[in-house]
């Protein structure tokens, strides 16, 4: 099957999907989410690089060319790297308003806020805001990874405006 005949189908089948009620994947996703939280504020590159498949593709709104498997890992470690050198303290927040599940598949849309503190007494903390579309997949060892990430910038009236959906990530 070619990758666009793939995506068709794919695409279809997640369409045909409801959207609207909690599916028994929901606990296991939403803990993709906690799991990366919890790697960013450690500054663990490799910890939220294993959030994402090995063929994962991160498009993100800087010019660069979408970040993908090995490039992508270490990407991540190098910065988290950075970050944790220069004593930066960084806390990601998720709220996902849709969830559409078809088999191993699930397709997310929703928004990210990210607080960057640098260090220091008395630093501000810089936040960004971020509208994204994530699709995971169940992988044959039974866990959920990150297959494709899409995001783009987003203000905060966005993230305050996200409607809550009942089993998916929201954090306040």
Do not use: C
Not at 34 to 63: K, Y
Not at 71 to 92: C, I, L, P, T, Y
Not at 115 to 132: C, D, L, N, S
């Amino acid at each position: 099957m070619t990758a666009y005949r793939f995506a068709l189908a794919l695409g279809a089948a997640l369409l045909a999907a409801s959207a609207s009620a909690a599916t028994p994947a929901d606990e296991a996703v939403n803990r993709v989410y906690e799991g990366i939280a919890a790697a960013v504020a450690a500054n663990d590159g490799a910890g939220v690089a294993d959030s994402f498949a090995a063929d994962a593709i991160v498009l993100d709104p800087r010019p660069a060319p979408p970040a993908r498997g090995e490039a992508f890992r270490a990407a991540m470690a190098s910065m988290a790297g950075r970050m944790k050198a220069d004593g930066v303290q960084v806390r990601s927040d998720y709220r996902i308003e849709t969830r559409t599940a078809s088999g191993d598949f699930v397709v997310d849309t929703g928004y990210r806020r990210m607080t960057i503190t640098p260090p220091g007494a008395g630093a501000q903390p810089m936040v960004q805001y971020h509208k994204f579309l994530v699709v995971a997949q169940r992988r044959p060892d039974g866990r959920w990874k990150i297959l494709r990430d899409a995001s783009l910038p987003a203000g905060e009236a966005a993230w305050n405006g996200a409607v809550r959906a009942a089993g998916l990530k929201y954090d306040s």
